[in-house]
Each structure stands twice: as C-alpha cells, then as structure tokens.
C-alpha cells in the first residue's frame, strides 16, 4: 500500500507541474520587459483576443518597441505579420486585443491570395477584421515583389492610384479620386481616371465616371465600367470601341464584342465603319479542347463602296483556318488560307509583307506512328 500511495502521489505531482510549465515560462518572460519599458528585441508574438475567423499568431518586429498594456508602439522598420500579409511602416502603433494598427510613413500592405501590394503615406487598419483606410496610395494586384524586380502571378494584373483607398473586407476595396489600369506605373500607357472605383478582388473591378486616357490625353468618357480582376478572368461584353484615320479608308470607327462561350472556347465578333471605304468585318474563334489540340480561326471582310471615278470595288474575303490535334494514335495538322482575290489583300491588309505576298498556301497533313512504322499523308493548295 505504501508504494501503490507513493506512486499515485508523484503521478499527480507530474501532471500537476507539466501543465504549469509554460505558464510560469510566460510571466518570466513579461517579468523581464516590465510594462512601459521600451525594448529592442524582434520579433515578438504578441498575445491576440480570441478570434474564431483566425487562430494563427501575430509577430512583430521594430527596431524600437515599448508596449503600455495592450498597446504596441513600434518604431523604425515596423512590421506586423499575420496569416499570408505583412504590413509595414515607419511607424505602428498596434492594439493586440482590438487588432486596430496606425501606420505612420511608408506604410505598405503586401501579401494574400490575390498578392495585393499596397502603398500609402498613412492609413488605419484592423488584422482581424481585415479592413482600413489608407491614404495616397499606389497599389497593384497580381503582382508579387521580390525586390526591384516583379513577378506576375494572375493574367489580369491590375495596377490602381486614388487620394483616398478604404478596404471595406478582405478582398474588397474602394478607390476615390484614382486610377486604374494594367499597364506598368507611374507612366502607363492607358489608364482609367475615374472618381470611384469599386474593386472586387478575384471578380471585376467597377469604374464609375471615368476618363479614358492614353498617354495622358483624354479619349473617351464612360459613366460606367468595368474591368476583370482575377486569375483567369473571361467575361462575354463590348470592348472598347476603336477610332483611328487612314489615307486610304477615312475615319474609322469600330466596335467589337467578347463572347465567352465556355472555358475552352471564346469568340470576338466585330464591325468598323470607313467614311471612304464602306463597312468591315471582323471574326475571331479560339477553340483550346485540349493541352495537345487548338484550333484558331480568323475572318476579315469589306463591303467596299470603290474608289476613284468610276468608283472600283475592291472589298472581298480573307479566312485562316490554324488547327492540331491528336485522335487516338493519329496527329492532325492544318493551315488553310482562303482569299478572295489578291487586289482585297493589297487594298485592306494592314502587313506590308502579308500585302505584296501573291500567294496563298493551304496545307494539311495527318501522320500515324504505330509498331516501329511511320504512316504519313499530306494536302497542299
């Protein structure tokens, strides 16, 4: 009995002590950085408020950092780390318990599913509900930075600029007074300037009473827009519409609609006017059924009203057929041309080498590889 008690007692001492450990380990640590004490150490997790939308720990880092409560005032290279974001600043004043962090100079927001990069002169903002309110911003998204140098992660990045930027949830934002547009900044090529912008991350970006420019210059005036903002974004609307001046077809105006047939299939379908000229035509069909089949076919055509006196027509017809595919052991190629007539190509086409190019080659073949042999035929026209 006196064993059976002196091993029962030392159990329940070791369970007893094991959960205590980790306690006591805590208050040293809080023992050697009294509250109100500014330290130097990084980083640090700091103790953050029951949360059941994220469990994962915050880490700080500053050159300088002094904690009164649950207050963290971090001060030269400021950084709080949380989930897939960073935020930096020159300086963070940060409340573990409400997740509310003030950023003061230099303040970025980089990270996410959507590798979002955002920068501000200054701005508020809450880890936890993932929402704040930055000023003067730059920002980008599906683009990943690695120094100078930037690395495209989504086929639609997306670059903006606005006075004002509110991030209302995790992959909402509000742009006043901005811009939007996908070219490289500070100097794009093209760009929306718009008074608000209302972006869903991993949807569409809506542009609201907005200018388009190109090169600075004001082209065109849209009271509403819309622009996708996503990793593979394909949505059926108009494009925008093109205008332009040529010696030999007048002022042109055209207009074109996207159509998105389904994920391995999409159309382009379009018209322009020639003041001289007359009317054009424009097709374009992508078929991708396969990672080993494509199929690509263009249209080009002009209702030519002639030039001249008496006037000569010379509209017509230009068709490209582009297709490869395997259909079981076979592989099929094919590269059709049809053209009207030659005096269309010379008239409308608008490669100098494709123009002055007198003929027209159409070929196809199909090849079959089976036990050791090669079966082969082939067409040209």
Same mark, same amino acid.
């Given at each position: ?218 082209? /065109?005036? %849209?009271?509403? *827009? ?5 990793? &593979? @974004?394909?949505? $059926? ?5 093109? #205008? ?97 007539? /030659?005096? %269309?190509?010379? *008239? ?5 080498? &494709? @123009?002055?190019? $007198? ?5 196809? #073949? ?16």
């Amino acid at each position: 009995m006196i064993s059976r008690t002196r091993f029962i007692i030392t159990a329940a001492l070791l369970c007893h002590l094991l959960p205590t450990f980790p306690l006591v380990t805590r208050q040293l640590l809080f023992a050697q950085n009294p509250v109100g004490s500014p330290t130097a150490t990084s980083p640090q997790v700091a103790p953050t408020a029951p949360s059941v939308a994220s469990e994962e720990e915050i880490t700080i880092r500053a050159t300088e950092q002094e904690k009164v409560g649950p207050i963290f005032k971090l001060r030269g290279h400021a950084e709080i780390h949380y989930e897939t974001y960073v935020l930096y600043a020159d300086e963070i004043s940060y409340n573990s318990q409400s997740g509310d962090a003030t950023a003061e100079g230099h303040v970025v927001l980089d990270g996410g599913p959507n590798d979002e990069h955002i920068e501000a002169s200054r701005g508020r903002y809450n880890i936890h509900s993932q929402t704040g309110h930055f000023e003067s911003v730059v920002g980008t998204i599906g683009l990943r930075f690695r120094g100078t140098r930037s690395i495209l992660t989504s086929s639609n990045p997306f670059a903006f600029t606005g006075k004002i930027v509110e991030k209302t949830g995790p992959d909402h934002y509000l742009v006043y007074d901005g811009t939007v547009t996908t070219c490289e900044l500070p100097h794009p090529k093209w760009k929306f300037s718009a008074h608000k912008v209302v972006v869903d991350v991993g949807g569409n970006a809506k542009i609201y009473r907005s200018t388009f420019r190109i090169k600075g210059v004001p082209v /065109f005036y %849209f009271p509403f *827009a819309t622009h996708p903002v996503e990793r &593979q @974004a394909r949505h $059926s609307g108009f494009l925008i519409p093109n #205008f332009g001046n040529s010696s030999r077809k007048g002022y042109i105006v055209g207009q074109s609609a996207y159509w998105d047939i389904n994920r391995s299939m999409d159309a382009t379908l379009g018209a322009e006017y020639y003041s001289i000229r007359g009317w054009g035509q424009r097709g374009e069909l992508r078929v991708r059924p396969s990672e080993t089949s494509f199929l690509d076919l263009n249209y080009l055509g002009v209702l030519d009203r002639g030039i001249g006196f008496p006037p000569v027509k010379q509209g017509g017809e230009n068709a490209r057929l582009n297709a490869e595919g395997l259909f079981g052991h076979f592989r099929g190629v094919a590269n059709l041309d049809y053209l009207s007539s /030659f005096v %269309f190509r010379l *008239a409308f086409n608008e490669i100098y080498s &494709q @123009a002055v190019n $007198s003929e027209v080659k159409s070929e196809a #073949f199909l090849s079959n590889t089976s036990h050791g042999f090669s079966y082969n035929a082939s067409s040209e026209r």
